[in-house]
């Protein structure tokens, strides 16, 4: 009796053991309902909004970088989706892990949704972030990151490595991020400059609203073109390999 509870028992284990590994396979590459919904706009129509999208924003880094008094931006999803598709996969601008692509974005009122597949074929996945994010109010530059969700497939995925990435890219780009929690959810609070008493630049609005957002802010003096310099090279570094 022994002997057949002490196989019985290793082949529950053996089952076990190669069952766990196969349906983890299965839900990771499952793709989430919400990823066939956010695609960029129809082939015809891409080239001229990724420009749109290309224009508007050098149009903000140079109003920022030539500290205008006031500046001001709107991005739909749309343009941001077809730059995604169209130049961003050719240009690339800056380093992002060479197994990440397929990126889009949906923005709702408050929220962002951020999603990519990574890895080809049968062994990729999606990967979905949904934030919300918002400015602090009576603060300087204080921007909130809450993380609601991160999965890859329909799992969810530890924000350990959101945490890592953020903490090794924050000085470089100037930044400052400490944690907290909200109810179950991680919030990332972001001081943009906050080396500089009276920040160089003000941010007085980033607001999420129906599929587009709008950026505005003001220059209190010239911009710092080390940090600019800092910030370029931190985007364009070895994050790919």
């Known amino acids: 009796m022994r002997r057949q509870s002490a196989l019985r028992n290793l082949l529950v284990a053996a089952v076990f053991g190669a069952f766990v590994p196969l349906a983890v396979g299965v839900f990771v590459r499952l793709e989430p309902a919400s990823f066939p919904t956010i695609q960029p706009p129809p082939v015809e129509k891409r080239q001229e909004l990724s420009s749109e999208f290309t ?3 050098h149009r903000l880094w140079d109003a920022v970088a030539n500290s205008e008094e006031s500046w001001s931006e709107t991005f739909t999803a749309d343009q941001i989706n077809s730059y995604l598709a169209e130049e961003f996969t050719r240009v690339r601008p800056f380093q992002i892990p060479k197994n990440i692509h397929s990126l889009r974005v949906a923005i709702e009122p408050d929220r962002l949704r951020f999603a990519f597949r990574y890895g080809q074929g049968l062994l990729s996945a999606v990967v979905t972030v949904d934030l919300k994010i918002w400015l602090v109010a009576q603060e300087v530059n204080l921007l909130a990151i809450e993380i609601l969700d991160l999965r890859a497939g329909v799992l969810p995925v ?10 090794d890219h924050a000085s470089a780009w100037n930044m400052e991020v400490t944690w907290y929690r909200h ?4 919030v990332a609070l972001v001081r943009l400059q906050p080396d500089q008493p009276n920040p160089s630049l003000v941010l007085e609005q980033l607001e999420l609203q129906d599929r587009k957002v709008r950026i505005a802010g003001k220059s209190n003096a010239p911009l710092a073109w080390s940090r600019v310099l800092s910030f370029q090279r931190a985007a364009s570094g070895s994050d790919g390999e």
């Open 55 to 57: 224009k508007r924003f």
């Open 158 to 167: 530890s924000v350990h490595a959101v945490f890592e990435w953020l903490a």
């Open 183 to 186: 109810g179950n959810n991680p």
